[in-house]
């Protein structure tokens, strides 16, 4: 074998390599997250809901619920989980506080809060239910007319 056959090896995987960068960092200048929001700071998809704090409850479901609904129709939940507890997806400022909601959250139960919140632009479609020991929990009014409000799970960060 002479010299030139591991020349051109060399040739084809530098290529291969140089290719690999390219993709890596084209994909990293331009990255958003697997809900449509820009990463900060070159996070991996996803980690950028956490850290980010949306306004309201209607940015959180146009920015991060929305999308991810549309990009997976035959998710129930959320995170596309079954029986498993859900983790935290996304943050959102309400009153004074800042609250996340969380992967266990149903899909159908989001879209009718969505809607009556379209319907229904100065009215909060969420509201401080008493829990044990005290505490109160962030749960969907009697008014929006869902059913089960347990289907929205929002816990306060």
Known sequence: MSIAGPIMVAFLMLGALLRYAQKRSLKRSSALDEFGGEDEEGAEAGESSLRRIHPDFMAL??????????????????????????????????????????GESRMEALVAIHSWMLEHPDEDPLMIAPMRKGVGRLTIRPEVGWPNPKDIRVESV
Do not use: S, T
Request: net charge negative; hydrophobic share 45%; aromatic share 10%.
């Open 61 to 102: 479901l146009e920015q991060v619920a929305l999308p991810r609904m549309a990009a997976n129709p035959g998710w129930d939940r959320l995170d596309g989980a079954y029986g498993v507890p859900g983790q935290p997806i996304a943050q959102f400022a309400h009153g004074d506080g800042v609250y996340a909601i969380n």
